[in-house]
């Protein structure tokens, strides 16, 4: 089984300041990592995603991810936000093969920006 | 735009009755899942086809179910609605060629009153 805890629910931040965005997840087989982003009445778009190699991963607008085997965690960072990236934000675990949208997500975490 | 539709994007119903939502994958994407988002239990996965054949299995309620037609859209049911499945519906669609990710639908909001 696996499972994704998002440490924060709301994170409030400034215009231009540095974001992260924590994820821890379990599982007992290897996962596949992902970042997804919803804005209001909208659906879920990709930001990045692990799959293997440089756990360092970089997505689209700006952010990116480490992928950190030995706490279990997929940290997303910006270093500098825009009031557009106000919006909820999921980490999610994928067991990949014929099922990568087999998807387990964490609660999500809401993130204003403020000007 | 990804590419998966669905349809309709609004649905106001009675409690008891029966409702059907449909999706559209991704041209030539053989997988679909069905997801549900609510307040209460957040975003969870419900089932999953390829191919046409039930894949994989989530927290579906036996009230609900899903198929998968030959052009590979599919349709998810929910039956003897109650207050509770009031909630947003995803489709999602993957597996195509090199295919990693899953490429989520606008969703379908269902308010039962």
């Known amino acids: 089984a696996q499972s994704v805890t998002q440490l924060d629910s709301q994170v409030p931040v400034f215009e231009e300041a540095p974001v992260e965005l924590r994820c821890n997840y379990s599982s007992s087989v290897s996962v596949y990592l992902f970042w997804y982003v919803q804005y209001p009445n909208q659906g879920l778009q990709l930001l990045l995603k692990?799959?293997?190699?440089?756990?360092l991963v970089k997505g689209i607008n700006g952010f990116e991810a480490e992928f950190n085997k030995s706490q279990t965690s997929f940290h997303l960072r910006k270093p500098s936000v825009h009031i557009s990236d106000t919006a909820e934000y999921f980490c999610?675990?994928?067991?990949?093969?014929?099922?990568?949208?087999?998807?387990?997500f964490g609660q999500g975490t809401i993130l204003t920006v403020h000007p | 735009d990804s590419g998966v539709t669905q349809t309709p994007k609004h649905l106001i119903t009675a409690t008891g009755q029966r409702v059907t939502l449909r999706c559209s994958p991704r041209?030539?994407?053989?997988?679909v899942y069905w997801y549900q988002q609510s307040l209460d239990q957040g975003l969870q996965f419900l089932i999953q086809?390829?191919?046409?054949?039930?894949?994989a299995k989530g927290n579906i309620l036996e009230r609900f179910s899903a198929q998968q037609f030959p052009d590979l859209h599919s349709e998810l049911n929910l039956s003897s609605l109650e207050l509770g499945d009031s909630a947003l519906y995803f489709c999602?669609?993957?597996?195509?060629?090199?295919?990693?990710?899953?490429?989520f639908g606008q969703g379908t909001r269902l308010t039962v009153v």
């Open positions: 692990y799959l293997s190699g440089s756990t």
């Open positions: 086809y390829y191919n046409g054949e039930e894949r």
């Open positions: 041209s030539g994407d053989l997988s």
């Open positions: 999610a675990v994928s067991a990949g093969g014929t099922s990568y949208g087999k998807l387990t």
């Open positions: 999602a669609s993957s597996v195509k060629g090199t295919n990693t990710e899953a490429f």
